[in-house]
């Protein structure tokens, strides 16, 4: 049956397996925010990217409910064609204002805004100096670009400035950021980035996906937090993660935005966004201002836990935000921790390599806002438990 061509793709497969690297989805029964009901069992979810509980916060079910009688179901056509219906023309003008900018893009996801931006920004005969543990969709835009594409070492204030003495002969120079790192939990040290950018003509761009929502004192995101905002060149973050829904957004000055308008392919070759998650989003960018409770909750909640995980024994590296890994570093053994707290109701995620480089596989724990404290008690006392039982304290 079918092509016998296609079965190198077999035999990949089987050494992926062999390695414990196999992929495979959950399927999600129902899900409340913390809790989840997964293959019958309810557990609690510490995997989750709604860290200010807003995907299923009433307010916004409302919103995107409301959009979706107006509007329809789909957007039937891309934005430059017929599919800029006036709720994505507020949301932008509402994202411009949050961030503090002359104006903003609303893209269809995070991975589509960092394809669309970056190979717009530069190309053939410039540079992107990029962190080692940037996002896959960073990397990926920057293959995209064909621009010539340097690491330096994960926040290495030294690593960094020598790629940027040593690169005279681009035209353009572009330093990437995470923010807040998505498989670490820790931060981008902004502040001597943007020094470093200004002392040798560098454009900077940020991704806020982690930090959007979530740090700042008006939950803009850590630039706001390190007091760089003006800085930054190109503002990117997600739309999927603190504000609970999908898309992405890139906030700047009105040529940037134009001209993104313009050129990016992410942008202008694809259907837009369903009407119900632009109205959806548009209520949740309006708590996110409005209610800043939520984002220092989870900062706390996450000191509280890590804290607590530091004491007993565990390894969380650098992590300074709502995102909290626990490194155990052999994939098996990761695998095992994971299922073992998944049998005691508790949704842990094992991230392995090549989502982290080999020898680091770890527990990513990722707090909500809305997580009760006794339920992070069970949590902590489960994970020690099944910590001991393997040995990694
Ligand atoms: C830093 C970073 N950038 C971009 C993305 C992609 O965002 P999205 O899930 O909206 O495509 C993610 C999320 O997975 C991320 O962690």
């Known amino acids: 049956m079918g092509n016998s061509n296609i079965n190198y793709l077999a035999e990949e497969l089987l050494e992926i397996q062999e390695k414990g690297l196999f992929r495979q989805f959950k399927t999600i029964q129902s899900h409340s925010g913390e809790w989840i009901t997964l293959g019958g069992n309810k557990l609690l979810n510490l995997c989750s990217n709604n860290y200010l509980g807003l995907a299923n916060d009433p307010r916004v079910k409302e919103a995107a409910a409301a959009a979706l009688e107006v509007y329809g179901f789909g957007a039937t056509a891309s934005r430059l064609v017929v599919g800029n219906y006036e709720l994505y023309d507020q949301l932008e003008k509402e994202i411009a204002l949050f961030k503090g900018t002359e104006g903003a893009l609303v ?92 002392q040798y003509g560098a454009l900077l761009m940020v991704d806020e996906a982690h930090g959007g929502g979530v740090f700042g004192s008006s939950g803009r995101g850590l630039a706001e937090a390190a007091g760089v905002s003006e800085a930054i060149d190109i503002n990117m973050g997600t739309l999927s993660k603190a504000f609970g829904g999908a898309g992405a957004y890139v906030a700047g000055s009105r040529v940037l935005i134009d001209y993104l308008r313009n050129k990016s392919r992410t942008l202008i070759y694809t259907t837009a966004l369903p009407p119900a998650v632009i109205g959806g ?93 006794d339920d992070l008690e069970m949590a902590l006392t489960k994970l020690v438990q099944v910590g001991r039982q393997l040995r990694i304290i």
């Open 107 to 198: 893209f269809n996801s995070g991975y589509a805004a960092n394809l669309g931006v970056i190979p717009v920004l530069v190309g053939r005969e410039d540079i992107v100096i990029s962190d080692k543990l940037n996002h896959a969709s960073i990397v990926d835009g920057i293959i995209l670009s064909r621009a010539e594409h340097r690491r330096y070492k994960h926040r290495d204030l030294v690593s960094l400035e020598n790629i940027l003495k040593n690169c005279g002969m681009y035209r353009r120079k572009l330093i990437i950021t995470d923010t807040v790192f998505s498989m670490d939990g820790d931060l981008a040290p902004l502040k001597e980035i943007v020094q470093l950018k200004e």
């Open 281 to 373: 989003l548009l209520a949740a960018l309006r708590i996110i201002r409005d209610e800043p409770w939520r984002r220092e909750r989870v900062l706390t909640k996450a000191a509280i836990l890590r804290k607590a995980l530091k004491e007993k024994g565990f390894n969380t590296l650098d992590s300074q935000s709502q995102i909290i890994p626990i490194l155990i570093g052999p994939v098996q053994k990761t695998l095992e921790f994971s299922h073992r707290l998944y049998e005691e109701n508790l949704l842990v995620s094992a991230i392995r390599p090549p989502t982290v480089p080999v020898n680091t596989a770890r527990l990513r724990v990722t707090l909500m806002a809305t997580v009760r404290d």
